[in-house]
C-alpha cells in the first residue's frame, strides 16, 4: 500500500492507476446496467425570462448509483460516449424530456418548453432524424417545445457533416430550434458560425463567472453582438450572484440560466416551481 510509496514509486502510481482503472471498469459495468435499474433521471435547470418568469427547462441527466451514489453527468457522460452507451441512453433522455414537457404544457403551461443535451456521438448516428420524429410522435410533443443543445466543441469536430444534419433536422422538422451550447469555449471559425442553422448561442458559464473583469466583459458584449448580427437569440448560463443577473438584466437578456434562480431539480419539484409561477428576482 502506500507504506511502500516512498520507497518505491512505481508501486504507488501503479496501485493509483489499477484504482482508475477499477473504477472505470465499474462505472461501464454500471452503466450498462443503469437504465434497466431504473438508476437514471432527468433533472430540470429553469431557464427564466427578466421578470423571473420560467420559459424553458434544461434537461440534465442524473445517475443514482446503487452503491456509490449520485455520480455527476462529467464523470460518466464521456465514458458513456466511449461505450456509444449514449445512444440509447440519449434517446431516453429525449423520450423523458417530451413526455414530460407534453405533459406540462397540456396541464397550462402551454409555451414551456425543454432543452436536451446531445452528444456528437449521438447526433452523427445515421438514423438521428428518425430516432428523433418517432420520439416526438411516439409522446405527442409539441416541436416548437422542443430544442436541441450541441457544444460548439462537438459541432467543429466534423462542421460540414454536423451543419448537413442539422439542415436535415430542420427541413424535416422546422419548428424544432437548436443551440449552440458552450459557446465561447469552442474556437468556432467565425466562417462557419454564419452558416449554422442554429437558433440560440448559449454563452458559456466561465464569462459569467469573470464578469468583474472589465476585458472578459468586453468579450461577453461582443458575443451578444454577434449574436444578434447572426439573428440568433441567446441564453445565459451559469448566473449565481445577484451581480451577475444585475448584468443581465441590465442587457435585457430574455434567457437566463443558473444556481441564483434554481439548480436542476427533480420534475416534482419543478412542479412546484411552475405553481409559484415566477422565480423571485431582487430589483
Ligand atoms: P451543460 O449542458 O453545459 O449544462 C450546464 C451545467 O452547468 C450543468 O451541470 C448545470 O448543473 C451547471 N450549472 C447550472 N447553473 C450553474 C451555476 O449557476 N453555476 C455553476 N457552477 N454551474 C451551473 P451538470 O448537470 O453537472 O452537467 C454537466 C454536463 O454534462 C452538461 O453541461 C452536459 O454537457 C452534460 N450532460 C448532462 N446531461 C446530459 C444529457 O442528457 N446528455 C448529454 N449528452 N450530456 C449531458
Ligand atoms: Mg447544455
Ligand atoms: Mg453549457
Ligand atoms: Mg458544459
Redesign the pocket.
Known amino acids: 500500500g502506500s507504506k511502500n510509496a516512498g520507497k518505491n514509486r512505481y508501486t504507488f502510481y501503479s496501485e493509483e492507476m489499477v484504482q482508475k482503472i477499477n473504477e472505470r471498469w465499474e462505472l461501464e459495468q454500471g452503466l450498462k446496467k443503469a437504465m434497466a435499474g431504473n438508476e437514471l433521471e432527468?433533472h430540470y435547470?429553469p431557464i427564466v425570462g427578466s421578470s423571473g418568469n420560467i420559459r424553458g427547462l434544461?434537461?440534465?441527466?442524473r445517475w443514482y448509483h446503487p452503491v456509490m451514489g449520485l455520480i455527476?453527468?462529467?464523470k460518466f457522460?464521456p465514458i458513456a460516449e466511449e461505450t456509444d452507451l449514449?445512444v440509447p441512453i440519449?434517446t431516453w433522455?429525449l423520450e423523458k424530456s417530451c413526455q414530460d414537457i407534453t405533459e406540462w404544457n397540456n396541464n397550462g403551461y402551454e409555451n414551456l418548453y425543454v432543452t436536451?443535451?446531445?452528444?456528437t456521438k449521438?447526433f452523427e448516428q445515421p438514423d438521428i432524424i428518425d430516432t428523433i420524429t418517432h420520439v416526438i410522435e411516439r409522446t405527442g410533443c409539441n416541436p416548437s417545445n422542443l430544442k436541441i443543445?450541441l457544444?460548439e466543441t462537438g459541432i467543429m469536430q466534423a462542421p460540414d457533416e454536423t451543419i448537413k444534419k442539422m439542415n436535415l433536422l430542420k427541413s424535416e422538422i422546422p419548428e424544432i430550434e437548436i443551440l449552440i451550447?458552450?459557446f465561447g469555449t469552442g474556437y468556432s471559425s467565425l466562417s462557419y458560425l454564419a452558416n449554422l442553422p442554429t437558433d440560440i448561442l448559449k454563452i458559456d458559464?466561465s464569462f459569467v463567472?469573470k464578469l468583474h473583469d472589465p476585458n472578459n466583459r468586453k468579450v461577453v458584449n461582443s458575443i451578444i453582438n454577434l449574436a444578434e448580427s447572426l439573428e440568433m437569440d441567446y441564453v445565459t448560463?451559469?448566473?449565481?450572484s445577484e451581480v451577475e443577473l444585475a448584468f443581465f438584466q441590465d442587457k435585457k437578456c430574455e434567457r437566463m440560466?443558473?444556481?441564483?434562480f434554481s439548480?436542476?431539480v427533480s420534475k416534482d419539484e419543478i412542479v412546484k416551481l411552475l405553481k409559484a409561477s415566477s422565480l423571485p428576482l431582487k430589483e
Open positions: 432527468v435547470q434544461e434537461a440534465l441527466l455527476p453527468p462529467d457522460i449514449i440519449g433522455v436536451v443535451n446531445f452528444s449521438q443543445e457544444t451550447d458552450d458559464l463567472s448560463e451559469g448566473i449565481e440560466q443558473g444556481y441564483y439548480h436542476p
